[in-house]
């Protein structure tokens, strides 16, 4: 039996992540969400209450966990604040972005990452918007590309750190997905993201690489 956490897995593309995994035989995962419901009810899954943004709030959910040992963490929750044509820096967005994407998730991930096994899997879901070889690049949504930035050089440090111990990071690139952050007309469904979740944690990759549809892809 394979146990896990899935941040934001109370819609989009975390909750068709829970949904799959506690389909298959052999996963337990924990899901979590700001208020602490969530929609999918499988004897399988838990959802404990988790705003990235609060230290007490991650502090809170880590002492939920109890005694639990992890052998995945899907870093899967994150924001994107600015409007789709908005290019202009505002600090207190670009600070509230950070709280969530980075500082809270990296935050959390260090306060599990004495409990993974051995062969545990951390994945960070980034972005293409976060990648440094996106094409079509434009000067929109700075707070959320930075963030998402930084995120793939905390996969990248982190795999080295955890080399020795056998723990494999990697970031994933989801694709523009139907979401409430995607929006109804984007080409992927959430379920299309669940798959590559699911195959990621099942494959043996390599640690420390930047997935997008099964495929590794530039930084
Ligand atoms: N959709 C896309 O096109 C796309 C493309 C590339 C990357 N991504 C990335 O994929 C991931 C999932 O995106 P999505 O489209 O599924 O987003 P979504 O539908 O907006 O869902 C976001 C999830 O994150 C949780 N969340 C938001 N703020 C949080 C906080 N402060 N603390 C803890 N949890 C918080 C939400 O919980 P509540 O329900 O409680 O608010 C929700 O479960 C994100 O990291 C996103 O950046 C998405």
Redesign the pocket.
């Known amino acids: 039996m394979k146990h896990g956490v899935v ?8 909750l068709a992540t829970v949904e799959l995994l506690t389909k298959q035989s052999g996963f337990k995962v924990i899901g ?4 602490g419901n969530n929609p999918l009810d499988n004897s399988n899954f838990k959802c404990f209450k ?4 609060n230290s007490d709030s991650i502090t809170e959910f880590v002492e939920d966990l109890e005694d639990v040992k992890l052998d995945f963490i899907v870093n ?5 604040l600015e409007k789709w044509d908005a290019s202009a820096i505002n600090m207190k967005e670009l600070k509230q972005t950070f709280d ?1 994407n980075v500082f ?1 998730t990296i935050e959390m991930t260090e306060m599990l990452i004495p409990r993974l096994n051995s062969k545990a899997h951390i994945i960070n ?1 980034t ?1 293409d918007w976060g990648s440094f070889s996106e094409q079509n690049f434009d000067a929109f949504q700075p707070h959320y590309k930075m963030s998402k930035a930084a995120l793939n050089m905390y996969t990248k440090l982190l795999s080295k750190r955890l080399e020795e111990k056998h723990i494999k990071v990697s970031s994933l ?2 694709g ?2 139907q ?4 929006g109804k007309v ?1 080409p992927r469904l ?1 379920k299309d993201v669940a798959a590559d979740i699911l195959n990621l944690l099942n494959d043996d990759v390599e640690s420390g690489q930047f997935w997008h549809q099964g495929n590794v892809r530039a930084w």
């Open positions: 941040t934001g897995s109370s819609r989009g593309i975390g979590s969400s700001t208020s988790l705003n990235l943004a899967n929750a994150g924001i994107l969530t809270g879901i972005s690139d989801p523009w997905t979401t409430d952050m995607g984007a959430p």
